[in-house]
Structure formats: structure tokens, C-alpha cells
């Protein structure tokens, strides 16, 4: 361990291990297998990177997306390790130079993906060369349960046949029990230390609104809170995530699309330039996410509801990895339920696999209807006991008002009942308000009892109702055309055996702003001059070098600096994230930076 301490100092720039990274990195490096469960911005890597440093050989680390090797591999360089990737966007005599060097033991770590992995000529390789272990990040994707499930990984199995003397590790920071159970299977990994971190992340505020004018309340949450940070919207289609990045455009933001339909060219051309520059805002599928490594995203926005609590708790992890204050912020309206259920039931999947796609669909719109602290909810679907709340969620910071919703809850179900379990939304609240329709009229639905007897609440009010219904599993949407029916688990409300209590609709108050004291020092106004002249360096570095400017150094790092004002090399090394290569590669332009601006 005292070879591992000293990697972590002298190369990561970090005084000590955080959690249970000491065990793992321990564990790995005497030879054992892993499965490491760590939240997003938790250290992951280095639970790789150490042991590969501190074992005889060559680290194999297989990555989904290559999209995204070169950045991580590029960053590993800046510190003195001898990194690389092997992929399709290589020459080929790269490439042979590369696999050369791999069975000669002269690298430290390769990248690859999983299909180049499983192919023989790789494999015949890697079984001539001194192979340290095996690092199967975002393992997850092994289990067709999960929420990104990737065919190939399964493949993966031989690794432990193959190579039975050579220590693997999974990791991921997104699956629950049934997930865990898969990738243990799948894996072979029955004899593996699990380590299970806490899926909390502290920093991260969650927010949920209701959806009304959605650029609108998109922009007034960016300007107000985001005006000049780095972030991410998530939108399910292609055309809404073209359309939202050139409307952000015009207002004056620095917004790129990125989705599986435009050319590998200019998605790799708007993912470089939201990894290198500042304040960028990308308007994102999730074609785009795994394995982006930025640290100062500040807000993930969803204007639409992801698939399922795995996906929204991966998603919205991108945000605050430097371990600041970030903003998990969405948009939800019934609407989303309706969608998101048809596309279950139009897929190909297996009956078995939709169960669970509705299963975790359900979750989620739970997750939205919540009067109760949103992270206990979080981690308790991980299998996380929280029994404070957090304080740092929309519910917490702004507690909803609720009411005794039962008596108009039950007239709902009953007129949802008595029109035929077949209409949608908008036709169940015209039919509880009594407003006049020649459809309504030929079906004699104006005749019914519960026609008009909504009429004393507004229409908003009875689409709170219907939503939060949907929501608890007391209505069912149909699938293909949005009806609404019935569910057994109305029977005892309907019984008049269960009471309920529902939110009062507040989306026309602004969410809470309060955000998290910072742990890390103030930038006081006197400090702004210095802060933009560090930041300036750090910008000129990582063109010069020509990667993203948090390989140089993290915002973290530069507020110790603007704190501490190191006035030589010495002083520069105790400041936290400066590791040995990077104080002698770029310590002085910092320090004469600080100079500059002593007082």
C-alpha cells in the first residue's frame, strides 16, 4: 500500500485515498477480483489506474465508447503514464506499433473497446503478453436488465476462462441488485470482493417542475443559476435536441447538438469542444454521456423523463463531478408517461423485458410525484437506507403543501370508469368540469353522474390529480392511443378503505435556488483578476498540449491556488491535484501568474 500511497501523491497529485479506494486498489494489486459499485465523480479510475501502475505488465481496460479514448488516455499522459487506445480511428501502423508494445510490456494501460477485445487476433496477443489485469468499466451494459444494455459485453465471459491468473475488476455507478446479480454472473465473478459505495451524492441539488412554456422555464433556470456554466440537456429526440440547441443559441449560450444522426465528424467535433472549452452547453440524446469525464458540469437538464431511475441517476451524475454544487433539473408532465409507454409497447423487446422496462418507467414517475425528500427516495431504490432527509432537494428546500385528495380522487376514477376506461386526459377533464362537446353528447357521457361534477376546480388542478394517479399506480395509460383505465391497486380507494394525500400544484412558484455552501475557499471580488489569469494559463496550456483544460488542472485545484498563492515549485506541490509531472510541466506559469498578481 505504501507503493500505491505514493502513486496516488506523486502521479494523481492526492494526499490520501478517499472510501474504500485503499481496499480496492489493495485488494487488486495483491491479485483479486473486484466489483466495484462507486457513484460518478467518486474515483472509479483510480481503482484501475493504481494497481496498473503498482502490477508487472500491462493494464487492459475495456471502455464502450471510443469516442471518448482518447481524452482519457491523453489525460493519463499529461501525468507521466504510459497510456494508450487501440481502435478503429488508428492508422494501421499505429496500430501495430502499439499492439508491439503491448506484448513487450511497455505500456502501462491500453483502452479498447469490447468488440475489438473478443477479436481472435487481439486475444492470441494478449495471451502472449504480460497482461497486469483486466478493467471492465460501465459494467452494467453486461445486463440486458439494465438500462444500457450492450450485446457485446456478454462476450466478456471469456476473460475469466482465458486468463483465469489475471485479476478483473467491474465497475459502474449505476445498477441495482438484479443488475449486480447479472454482472456477477455474467463475468464470473461468483469469488469476487464486492465493494458497494454509497450512491449519494451530496452536491447534487434535485429538482423536478412541472412542465409548462419548457424553453422558457429551461432559460429562466440557466440564466438565473448557470448564466456562464458548462452543462448538459437531455431531450428524447433528435429534432427537439436540434431545435433546443439553436433556440439556447439564440439567446446568446454556446449550445451544440449531439445525437446518433448527425455524422461522427461533428459529434466528435461538438463533444471536443464541450470537453476543452468553457461554459459550453450540449443539447444531448443519451447517444451522448457514458463515459464523459468533465468535471465542472454545473446542470444536467431533462426536458423529458428518462427511461428509468437508473438512467435519470447516471445521467444527472455528469453534473458536479469536481465535488461542487451542481443542479439535477427536470421537466415532467403526464404527457411523459403516455410516451414513454408507447415506446415500451411499439419495441421489439420480450413480453418479460417490457415488464421490467414498465416496472422501471413506474419508479421513475414515482420519483417525480414525490412530497417526501427526493434523495431518501434515490437511494432507497439503490437499496440505500436514508432516513434524513437531505435538504438539498426541491422537496426539502421548498417542502409541497399536500391535501386530503381523496374524495376528489375517487370522483376521477369513477368518471374514468363510467366514460368506458378508453379516453385520455384532456376528454376525462372536460367531461369532470361539464364543458359542452357534440362527442361527449353523442356518447351521452353528458348524461352521466360524475359529468360537471368537477366543475368548482380548474382544469390545471384536475391534471395534477390524473398525473399523480398515473404516478402512484392508481390509473393505467393505454399504450397506444393514451387511454386512461382503471388499475387493481384503486380498488381500496375506490372502497372508500384508504385514505390519500397528493401535492398541491405549485408549478407556478419558482423553484428554491439555495444551493450548497462551498467547501472550497471563496472567490472574493479582489481575487477575480488572479481567478481569470489562472484560468487564462490553464485555457493557453491545454491548446498548446491540445486537450481539455481540466487535464491541465481541475477548478478545484486553481481555487486552492488562488487561496494558498504558492510562490515556488515546493510550495505548488502541496496544493491538492498537483501531482510531480504536472508541477514540473506547468507549475512556473502558474507561479509567475501568482506573481503578477501579488498584492
Known amino acids: 500500500m505504501s507503493q500505491a500511497l505514493t502513486v496516488l501523491q506523486q502521479v494523481f497529485g492526492y494526499d490520501a485515498f478517499r472510501g474504500q479506494q485503499a481496499d480496492i486498489v489493495d485488494h487488486v494489486i495483491d491479485g483479486g477480483d473486484a466489483l466495484v459499485l462507486m457513484p460518478t465523480g467518486g474515483g472509479k479510475s483510480l481503482c484501475y489506474q ?327 427516495h434515490l437511494l432507497a431504490y439503490f437499496g440505500e437506507a436514508n432516513q434524513a432527509a437531505c435538504g438539498n432537494c426541491d422537496t426539502c428546500l421548498n417542502p409541497p403543501d399536500t391535501y386530503d385528495a381523496t374524495r376528489y380522487a375517487r370522483i376521477a376514477l369513477s368518471a374514468i370508469y363510467r366514460t368506458g376506461q378508453r379516453f385520455g386526459t384532456g376528454y376525462i377533464v372536460d367531461h369532470l368540469r361539464g364543458a359542452h362537446s357534440d362527442r361527449a353528447e353523442s356518447l351521452g357521457h353528458d348524461q352521466l353522474s360524475t359529468a360537471g361534477l368537477g366543475q368548482d376546480m380548474a382544469a390545471k388542478t384536475w391534471r395534477s390529480i390524473l398525473r399523480q394517479l398515473v404516478a402512484l399506480g392508481y390509473i393505467e395509460v393505454e399504450h397506444a392511443y393514451g387511454g386512461l383505465r382503471l388499475a387493481e391497486a384503486c380498488r381500496g380507494l375506490l372502497r372508500g378503505e384508504e385514505q390519500l394525500e397528493l401535492r398541491v400544484d405549485r408549478s407556478a412558484k419558482r423553484a428554491s435556488a439555495a444551493r450548497l455552501k462551498k467547501d472550497l475557499p471563496p472567490i472574493e471580488i479582489e481575487d477575480e483578476p488572479l481567478w481569470e489569469a489562472l484560468r487564462q494559463v490553464r485555457t493557453d496550456l491545454a491548446r498548446e498540449a491540445d486537450v481539455p483544460p481540466y487535464v491541465i488542472f481541475h477548478d478545484a485545484t486553481l481555487r486552492h491556488m488562488l487561496a494558498e498563492r504558492p510562490t515556488d515549485l515546493d510550495a505548488l506541490s502541496r496544493v491538492p491535484g498537483v501531482g510531480d509531472k504536472k508541477r514540473d510541466a506547468y507549475g512556473r506559469a502558474f507561479i509567475a501568474a501568482i506573481a503578477e498578481h501579488a498584492s
Open 50 to 376: 493504481i494497481p496498473a501502475l503498482c502490477r508487472d505488465g500491462v493494464a487492459i481496460v475495456v471502455s464502450p465508447l471510443i469516442a471518448l479514448m482518447a481524452d482519457q488516455v491523453a489525460a493519463l499522459r499529461e501525468l507521466g503514464v504510459k497510456a494508450a487506445y487501440l481502435n478503429s480511428t488508428l492508422e494501421p501502423a499505429e496500430q501495430q506499433r502499439i499492439e508491439a508494445d503491448l506484448v513487450a510490456g511497455e505500456i502501462d494501460l491500453v483502452y479498447v473497446a469490447p468488440e475489438r477485445l473478443l477479436q481472435p487476433r487481439m486475444l492470441d496477443g494478449l495471451s502472449r503478453s504480460p497482461v497486469s489485469l483486466f478493467a471492465i468499466d460501465e459494467a452494467h451494459c453486461v445486463s440486458q436488465w439494465g438500462h444500457d444494455f450492450r450485446p457485446e459485453y456478454r462476450g466478456l465471459a471469456c476473460l475469466a476462462e482465458r486468463f483465469p491468473s489475471v485479476p478483473r475488476i467491474a465497475l459502474t455507478a449505476t445498477a441495482d441488485l438484479r443488475t449486480r446479480e447479472e454482472i456477477i454472473e455474467q463475468l464470473g465473478l461468483q469469488a469476487a470482493a464486492h465493494y458497494v459505495h454509497s450512491f449519494d451524492r451530496p452536491n447534487i441539488q434535485y429538482r423536478v417542475a412541472e412542465r409548462g412554456s419548457a424553453k422558457q422555464q429551461l432559460i429562466d433556470f440557466i440564466q438565473r443559476e448557470h448564466a456562464s456554466d458548462a452543462g448538459i440537456v437531455y431531450c428524447l429526440s433528435r429534432k427537439k435536441v436540434e431545435d433546443t440547441a439553436e433556440w439556447l443559441s439564440a439567446t446568446g449560450r454556446e449550445a451544440l447538438a449531439y445525437h446518433a444522426g448527425l455524422s461522427p465528424t461533428l459529434r466528435a467535433h461538438n463533444q471536443a469542444r464541450f470537453l476543452r472549452e468553457e461554459g459550453v452547453i450540449v443539447v444531448a440524446t443519451v447517444a451522448f454521456g457514458m463515459g464523459i469525464d468533465k468535471p465542472d458540469v454545473r446542470f444536467v437538464a431533462h426536458l423529458d423523463l428518462p427511461s428509468s431511475m437508473e438512467a435519470y441517476y447516471q445521467e444527472t451524475g455528469r453534473a458536479g463531478r469536481d465535488g461542487q454544487p451542481a443542479t439535477a433539473w427536470m421537466l415532467y408532465g403526464l404527457n411523459d408517461a403516455v410516451q414513454r409507454r408507447r415506446m415500451i409497447e411499439q419495441g421489439a423487446a420480450s413480453a418479460e423485458r417490457k415488464r421490467v422496462e414498465h416496472g422501471k418507467l413506474n419508479a421513475i414517475l414515482a420519483y417525480c410525484e414525490l412530497a417526501s425528500c427526493r434523495r431518501i
